[in-house]
């Protein structure tokens, strides 16, 4: 008898876990997308507020502003993690080992285009941030569509690429940080909310 109330403990204990496995990655991506909008966004209006002289800062300001958002966001996610838990699921995981993907590439690509910047002297290769991560968005988006085979999420990576290219165009001018910040509104925080939906229930 204490064999049998036992082996149906661990067979609800098992539904359980998978019923939780299949909420948790979406949950946990569409919470990160949220922060992540949420953070570089905000970052992004504080940057405009700077370079556009409504907020008077030195130009030390701008590193200031993005090293803070990316510690805040890093910050953010190790506890969401912590709360909601990893990704277990093969798709949920190829997903997250894409998007940890784009985000060391636009941490390396930053470092990269910063030095290239203070080696020549020139702010112009600065221009390159917007455009560079928009498409790297894209780039998460596309692996996103391609795992879940949703619609919409395909959608959500053509509009990165041509939120990309809006950016380059408008490169030279203060206003391509209010495009960036807009941008981390449908591109992070939409879908984010979205996922988090459209999430299957939990036990």
Request: no cysteine; charged share 10%.
């Amino acid at each position: 008898m204490t064999d049998r109330l036992k082996t149906i403990q661990d067979d609800i204990a098992f539904l359980k876990s998978l019923a939780q496995e299949g909420r948790a990655p979406a949950v946990l991506g569409g919470a990160i997308m949220i922060t992540a909008g949420s953070v570089f966004g905000a970052a992004s209006l504080i940057h405009w507020a700077v370079q556009s002289g409504v907020v008077a800062a030195s130009p030390w300001a701008y590193p200031i502003i993005w090293i803070a958002a990316f510690g805040l966001f890093m910050l953010i996610l190790n506890l969401l993690k912590a709360r909601i838990g990893g990704l277990k699921t093969g798709a949920g995981r190829a997903s997250g080992v894409a998007w940890a993907g784009v985000g060391w590439t636009i941490f390396a690509l930053s470092g990269s285009i910063a030095i290239v910047a203070w080696r020549t002297h020139s702010a112009v290769p600065m221009l390159l941030f917007p455009p560079i991560i928009l498409s790297l968005y894209g780039l998460g988006w596309m692996v996103a569509a391609a795992v879940s085979g949703r619609r919409w999420i395909w959608l959500t990576s053509i509009g990165a690429y041509g939120l990309a290219l809006v950016a380059a165009w408008f490169s030279m001018t203060s206003a391509v940080m209010l495009i960036f910040a807009a941008a981390m509104v449908l591109l992070a925080i939409v879908p984010g909310v979205t996922l988090i939906r459209n999430a299957p229930a939990g036990a």
